[in-house]
């Protein structure tokens, strides 16, 4: 936390891109499956891939739940010079996804099929989705340790760490995924053991980094604090559902588009939801790079730099989402010819169109991701997890409603936008209420 050296500005920079830079990498491990499953099998065995990554998504999001959480409680512990509790809490709370990683492993292996169907496999893509869940569960606790590793290695003082150890796991994840796919042809199966394999090595990264003399934060002796861990879980409860809105969203579209599109709107929406992943995804980047900074500054009693990197982050966040529609724009036949073949050009070009439609959303997202994000790191929980119930469930499933209702199967592609903005009033109202904690004194 040696972040106070330098400009306030600079060290927002330092935290975000690498923060950023791993968002990225996390959500390209599933796009990178998704490629390779393309051309190694069928596109058919790619909308499968899709169908299961809400899981994926949802492993990810219960270790965000504790990470989070986990983290500002740190930050904050280390503002107040208070380092022994805080090395409690850190060791608690990985004590705590260890043991619910566990449990999560058995529930979804004795329930496989369950899983399936609930997920949206139908009897075209049924076994692919079995099979793609089945070679990531015996890897769920190091998808969620190494998760909430790279949140708390951040939180250490080591950003740049972070993103190379997860810039290693993707190249190992790509090289395993073209041996055990391309070359040993074990089809979606060899694509999720590519991930699974690959997220372990992360885990023992990270790992050999607490162990070392470097790091400030350090596994510790402790007594059993249920307060603790309930007060964890209820700051981190909004970045959970922010990061699992994505798998949501991909939930809701692909049953959505099975009533009004069928398995070709799903093969569509497999390609969009690729990029949404990443936007929404990097965008909580930013709101999780800032959040060890905000936290701190708010421990300490800082207002006028708490509320200073609100203001960063806000910009970060718009320009960020500017940058992603006005790229989603130019590069959308790019973007779908690498998954989509020449040879099925309606379909190509219906995705592409769809796609531009869709990422009209990209202007709206990033202001209420990082208002989400600022109300966790500051311990306002309620209308963090609002906004982020708000923009991930409630405001999205009443926006497809309307939007398939009124305009049938072509409407479905317009009710991201619709629901950004339905939250970004929420959004607004919110910041207006706390207006006092928002707002005040900037530091250069």
Known sequence: MDFERMPLKTSFWRFIWPSVAAQWIFALYTMVDGMFVARGVSEVALSAVNIASPFVNFLFSVSILFAVGTSTIVAIYLGKGEKQKADEVYTQGLASLLVISAIITAGVFVNLE?????????????????????????????????????????????????????????VLNCILDYLFVM?????????????????????????????????????????????????????????????????????????????????????????????????????????????????????????????????????????LGAAAFIGSWAGADLLVSMFISRELAELKDYTIAVFRVFSLSFLIAGINIQMGGFFTAVERPMPALVISVGRGFVTLALALKICGTLFGGPGIWWAPALSEFLCLCLTLAFAFRYKTLCLGQQVA
């Open 114 to 170: 369950t899983a399936a169907i609930f997920l949206g496999a139908t009897e075209v893509t049924m076994e692919y989705v079995k099979h793609y869940i089945l070679s990531i569960l015996p890897f769920a606790w190091c998808f969620i340790i190494s998760y909430s590793f790279e949140i708390l290695v951040k939180t250490d003082g080591y950003p740049k760490f972070a993103t190379a150890a997860v810039t290693g796991g993707a």
């Open 183 to 319: 070359v040993f042809r074990w089809g979606v199966a060899g694509a999720g053991a590519a991930t699974g394999l690959s997220q372990c090595a992360l885990v023992f990264l990270y790992i050999s980094h607490f162990l070392s003399p470097k790091a400030t934060i350090r596994f510790r002796k402790f007594k059993w604090d249920p307060a603790r861990l309930v007060r964890a879980v209820k700051i981190g409860l909004p970045s959970c559902l922010t990061e699992f809105s994505a798998g949501i969203t991909v939930f809701l579209f692909n049953h959505t588009i099975l009533k009004y599109l069928g398995n070709d709107g799903i093969i569509s929406y497999t390609v969009i939801g690729y990029v949404n992943t990443i936007v929404v995804m990097s965008i909580a980047g930013i709101a999780q790079g800032a959040q060890p900074m905000i936290s701190f500054y708010y421990g300490k009693g800082d207002g006028g730099k708490y509320r200073t990197l609100l203001k960063y982050g806000l910009t970060a966040s718009a320009g």
